[in-house]
Nanobody, 120 residues
Framework: QVQLVESGGESVQAGGSLRLSCVAS????????MGWYRQAPGNQRELVAT???????EYADSVKGRFTVSRDNAKNTVFLQMNSLKREDTATYYC??????????????WGQGTQVTVSS
């Protein structure tokens, strides 16, 4: 069984910074993608940033240049450094881990979420 535990969410002023962490445990396939999604009230969950086990990164346009995703493969940990935070970044941030197991099939895991609130 795979578990994801996020930390680092809190309330911050606009323009500030936060660093989120997510540690994965359990039986994890070494070739995988870890990342962050977020969901604000009334909105659908959306991609923030992902990073593969080989270091390929993907970002939502809304966070490019402000957020940086990184990972420590030895510790099955993914980080999200968030700078120049805006009110619209307020959301619950969810850690995600997934890997392909067969054609059109993947294991997909979620953390419980950590709240980020940005005030002006």
């Amino acid at each position: 069984q795979v578990q994801l535990v996020e930390s680092g969410g809190e309330s911050v002023q606009a323009g500030g910074s936060l660093r989120l962490s997510c540690v994965a445990s359990g039986s994890i396939f070494s070739i995988n993608t870890m990342g962050w999604y977020r969901q604000a009230p009334g909105n659908q969950r959306e991609l923030v940033a992902t990073i593969t086990s080989t270091g390929i990164k993907e970002y939502a346009d809304s966070v490019k240049g402000r957020f940086t995703v990184s990972r420590d493969n030895a510790k099955n940990t993914v980080f999200l450094q968030m700078n120049s935070l805006k009110r619209e970044d307020t959301a619950t941030y969810y850690c995600n881990l997934r890997w392909v197991i067969a054609a059109s099939r993947a294991n997909n895991y979620w953390g419980q979420g950590t709240q980020v609130t940005v005030s002006s």
